[in-house]
């Protein structure tokens, strides 16, 4: 899962796990001019947008065949962006989630929020427990303690552990509560794999069939402009090189890495848990999952990255039309 | 038909007018859009051409987030917004000015320009050059810091260029609102988007003088001399996947670098580090503010390679504190006066600038950055930092963290000097006006203070303190009442403050005609023009009394159209009150484009042949307050049963035409240039006294009698 962390690491770092080719293919999109001739040829334009959410930036690109389509379909986009940090991000101090955290309670809570924690408690029942949307405890103790030069002893760690657990999480349609006190929920480990679904259900509403969407995690359909298939780029890690590239790529895909938001320079302390030992999992350094919703492919990669290549890749099998590759820790 | 019946019917008509404009102003206000943000997305995309991409707005607040393409993902690299949205505060023309502000992810000015400003001395007058060069300043400064407005060329001169812009001089008040502007919005966009802006501008954190004599080995052990030991395996991990090993390996048990680092301005660890000259003379050399850390590198690989130039910034070195860089320059210190145990190896103190807003009892970092390279012919660097905390207990220091007056105190403390002088004045002038009998008996005195007290009125008031009264601020006022609500620009302007208060208190006394007559510069100009050109014996001019009647109702026009205009939010009313010749001849000094030249000396000349022609007939701050001035308790000018009738000497000698040939005074048209006042308590001059003296009797002065 990956909570928050609004001061400590620039954003920038934690976009180079997964971009590669469509940073090339986006600039052709709308760049050089053969590509555009061929894409005017078949009558389709695209657009670009970019934005901030989910305190990292996100771009949606679109094909249309005429450019007053983009407008509308990127207001939509947006908004369904937005609705999904109103629901469940951290970084707003006054979203459903936020709420819920400070309060243990919520009444009548938003039903995307619902939808989300409803997934991750079952995808948590389906881990045995190794995804786990409540470590949110241990990440206020791990970046309380880097904040002051420390890491956190085993007891702190013990104290922490014993208020995460999935099962003491209740969901109702009028309400969610937390039957122990001091618990948190975190949806990072899927928040930006499910904006990346609602904001295609928005361009599907739309009529726009060719999209690529950046979230933090991706997601694309049809093809680019001129035809040739979308393609994302796994980079290799920690340099700028690609490793491997997915092409065709429609779909969804996310990725979980030890270098998005580390507690150690040598990365053995970072922002995924293990629910069990309150310490960063040991096996692997990246996790990349494709999946048939963004919601799926993000669940899966931090699930898949805290039970280890085997267990994970058997977890992942259980669901029709994912696929998981992870890159071993070096 | 009497005199107050006359009266009474044009109280009717005023009222008729008024009420008029008001419904006017009523309706109009309801169409008026609300003041907003005005670019949008094309605005924001023609400021910010590609290859930058603007992104979405933000859902809260109306920022852009300004991003750029680099290997495929998107940066920020700046949150553009207009300042209208977060900071409204009213220039000295009543309207706030709204500046297009681009602030990066660190807190400095990417952009700033200004959009729209109604700002009057640059409107028409100085013209906006100035005041764009003036906002370009901020490119580069840090919104961490309090920016000050200093004089012109303050920066040139020494003064701080990290919190400094140079000034413009004659438009003091309008770079205040626009600083105000700049800062407020800024930090109200900070405060949402880049985590600071609530506590940390201005703070001063200073180390208590406390000494403790400690040895370095405990120094070292409180962690207050840091050593931090990289050992080659960190460096590895963090080049981990890039596939480059360190070319130059050593055994795998040294430290890869070691460092010693240590904020030496806390006098327990500075003085126990140099000793005690050395450390006053480091904390002189760094001066009121500033921060001094001591890096000592012995490992295998240094941070400060044998290339470093002393006093440069090093670049494997980065001080950080809160996510952002702290600005910081080796101060070529000589390595005897460090103490002789410390570790042997390369060293630097770094001087940090009280301008960096750094705050020495917060933790902060040291990153050193390692590089290593890819291929042989042109090889491809590729960088990795690695990064260690320090701290300090919060008690060594001493935290200051400054009230926030706003900017305006600054202007009153600045022009105290001013303030005292011209309240000098005032208060000499208010005893000379108000004791009629003394005029009389030293009239030669009484002309030399006139014209002494209209120097200093043209000279200091004017052209010195700028504090010229003009419509301008009428038309503020009526802004601020109207639109804006916020009447606060008044404050930046303490001189004219402080001259338009006793100006209203002498309105209910005397009249018009104390500000008039008195504190005018430019009619101060007119009267020494007419006294210079005496000897040229120009006659002036009689103009016709049906004429001089219909020309003095000219003003109120002008001044209904202004207000009325201002009231309505039009910018007409910043063209309308250029009628008045002020800004050309007090504020500018006659340096502005010809044809505001030729028309403030046209009035001057004009001022020859009818004498203040301007101010009788189309100054608009005339006509406001002589209808102001209809709330005057005194009718304090004494007349005689026989002013009038037979007598005609005060009527023909008043140079304003103040004098109906009743005899009655005209105050609204009364200049207090007490004239009159002195012909009728000398029994030389006054008709009605000779007579008397001459058969033999005393006249009786009569009390002020009705008009």
């Known amino acids: 899962m990956s909570p928050p962390s609004p001061r400590l690491r620039p954003v920038a770092e934690r976009r180079r796990v997964l971009l590669g080719g469509f940073g090339a293919l986006a600039a052709l999109a709308a760049g050089p001019a053969a590509f555009r001739a061929l894409a005017e040829e078949r009558g389709r334009r695209a657009a670009t947008r970019a934005g901030l959410a989910f305190g990292t930036t996100v771009s949606l690109t679109l094909v249309a065949d005429g450019s007053d389509r983009f407008e509308p379909a990127f207001r939509d986009a947006f908004s369904a962006i937005r609705a999904v940090e109103a629901a469940g991000s951290l970084f707003r101090p006054e979203s459903a989630l936020s709420r819920l955290n400070r309060d243990g309670t919520l009444a009548t809570p938003d039903p995307l929020l619902l939808d989300m924690l409803r997934f991750a408690l079952t995808l948590a029942e389906r881990s045995g427990g190794a995804f786990d949307p409540t470590v949110q405890p241990l990440w206020t103790l791990w970046s309380e303690a880097t904040a002051k030069g420390e890491r956190p002893g085993p007891s702190a760690r013990a104290e922490a552990v014993a208020r995460v657990g999935w099962r003491h999480v209740r969901v109702e349609e009028t309400g969610i509560h937390f039957d122990r006190p001091g618990m948190g929920v975190t949806l990072n480990g899927l928040i930006q794999g499910f904006a990346a679904d609602q904001v295609m259900a928005a361009l599907k509403a739309h009529g726009i069939a060719d999209a690529f969407v950046d979230t933090g995690e991706f997601g694309a359909s049809g093809a680019h402009a001129d035809g040739s298939p979308w ?61 048939p919703s963004g919601l799926l492919a993000d669940g899966l990669s931090t699930a898949a990255f805290v039970m280890g290549a085997q267990a994970g890749r058997e977890l992942v099998q259980l669901y029709s039309g994912c696929s998981a590759r992870f890159t071993a820790k070096v | 038909m009497n005199p107050l019946s006359l009266r009474g019917s044009r109280d009717a008509a005023w009222a008729t007018l008024w009420r008029f404009l008001a419904g006017i102003v009523a309706a109009l206000l309801w169409l008026l859009p609300a003041q907003a943000g005005t670019l949008g997305r094309a605005g924001m995309e023609k400021n910010f051409p590609p290859p930058l991409v603007v992104g979405e707005r933000d859902d809260r607040i109306p920022v852009w987030p300004i991003l750029k393409q680099e290997a495929g993902s998107y940066e920020v690299i700046a949150y553009a917004f207009e300042s209208i949205d977060f900071a409204r505060i009213p220039g000295f023309g009543g309207t706030a000015p709204n500046l297009l502000i681009a602030l990066a992810p660190d807190g400095t000015f990417r952009d700033a320009k200004v959009i729209t400003h109604h700002e009057p001395v640059f409107l028409e007058g100085l013209g906006s050059e100035p005041l764009f060069a003036f906002v370009e300043q901020y490119v580069g400064l840090s919104a961490r810091q309090p920016i000050r407005v200093g004089r012109p060329n303050a920066r040139a001169a020494g003064a701080a260029p990290a919190t400094t812009v140079d000034g413009i001089s004659m438009a003091t008040a309008s770079t205040r609102v626009i600083n105000e502007t700049m800062l407020t919005a800024s930090l109200a966009v900070a405060r949402e988007k880049l985590g600071f802006g609530a506590v940390n501008s201005g703070l001063r954190v200073e180390a208590k003088p406390d000494f403790e004599p400690l040895t370095l080995a405990e120094l070292e052990r409180r962690g207050w001399l840091k050593r931090w030991r990289v050992t080659p395996a960190e460096v590895d991990a963090a080049f981990a996947g890039t596939g480059l090993s360190d070319p130059d390996p050593g055994p795998a048990d040294e430290a890869f670098a070691d460092l010693a680092i240590a904020y030496l301005n806390v006098p327990t660890i500075g003085r126990t580090i140099l000793g005690e000259a050395a450390y006053a003379r480091l904390m002189r050399e760094i001066g009121p503010g500033g921060h001094a850390v001591m890096v000592v590198s012995s490992g295998r690989w240094s941070p400060l390679p044998e290339d470093f130039v002393l006093g440069s910034v090093p670049d494997r070195l980065t001080l950080q504190q809160g996510g952002l860089t702290v600005n910081a320059r080796d101060a070529a210190w000589e390595r005897r006066d460090l103490a002789p145990d410390l570790p042997a190896g390369p060293w630097t103190i770094l001087k940090i600038g009280d301008a960096a807003g750094f705050d020495p009892s917060a933790p902060w970092s040291l990153s050193v950055k390692v590089t290593r390279e890819r291929g042989q012919i042109f090889p491809e660097k590729v960088a990795r930092e690695i990064a260690t905390e320090y701290r300090l207990p919060p008690d060594l220091f001493t935290r200051e963290v400054p009230d926030a007056g706003p900017s305006w105190i600054d202007s009153w403390r600045a022009r105290g000097v001013e303030l005292g002088i011209i309240a000098a004045a005032l208060a000499l002038l208010v005893p000379v006006l108000s004791r009629q009998e003394a005029l009389v008996a030293r009239p030669q005195a009484f002309s030399l203070f006139r014209l002494g007290f209209l120097a200093f009125t043209l000279g200091f008031i004017g052209w010195y303190a700028q504090a010229q009264l003009s419509i301008v601020t009428l038309v503020g006022a009526a802004r601020a009442a109207f639109h804006t609500g916020d009447f606060g620009f008044l404050l930046y302007d303490p001189p004219s403050l402080l001259i338009w208060a006793f100006v209203l208190v002498t309105l209910v006394i005397w009249g ?120 005057r308790l005194l009718d304090w000018i004494p007349r005689r049963a026989e002013c009038g009738s037979p007598c005609q000497l005060c009527k023909v000698r008043c140079r304003y035409g103040a004098i109906a040939p009743s005899g009655r005074i005209d105050y609204p048209e009364c200049f207090q240039c007490m004239d009159c006042v002195t012909i009728i308590h000398d029994p030389t001059q006054c008709v009605p006294q000779v007579l008397a003296a001459k058969r033999g009797k005393r006249a009786v002065l009569q009390p002020v009698a009705a008009e």
């Open chain 2, 512 to 631: 018009r005609g104390t500000f008039c007559g008195w504190l005018c510069p430019f009619g101060a100009l007119q009267e020494f023009a007419a006294w210079l050109a005496r000897p040229l014996r120009i006659r002036q001019i009689t103009v016709p009394p049906r004429l001089d009647r219909a020309l003095r109702q000219v003003k109120y026009v002008g001044l209904a159209a202004i207000l009325g205009a201002a009231i309505l939010g039009s910018p007409l009313a910043d063209s309308l009150s250029e009628i008045e010749p002020f800004k050309t001849s007090i504020t500018l000094y006659f340096v502005r484009s010809l044809p505001f030249v030729l028309y403030a000396l046209g009035l001057i000349v004009l001022n020859l042949f009818v004498y203040k022609g301007f101010c009788r007939y189309l100054c608009p701050l005339g006509a406001s307050l002589a209808v102001a001035g209809r709330l």
């Open chain 1, 231 to 291: 393609r994302l780029g796994l980079a290799a890690h920690g340099a700028d090189a690609m490793s491997d590239v997915i092409a065709p790529f429609t779909g969804f895909a996310a990725t979980s890495g030890d270098d998005a938001t580390i507690f150690s320079p040598d990365r053995r302390d970072h922002h995924i848990f293990d629910p069990a030992t309150g310490l960063s999992p040991t096996a692997l350094s990246r996790v990349t999952v494709t999946a």
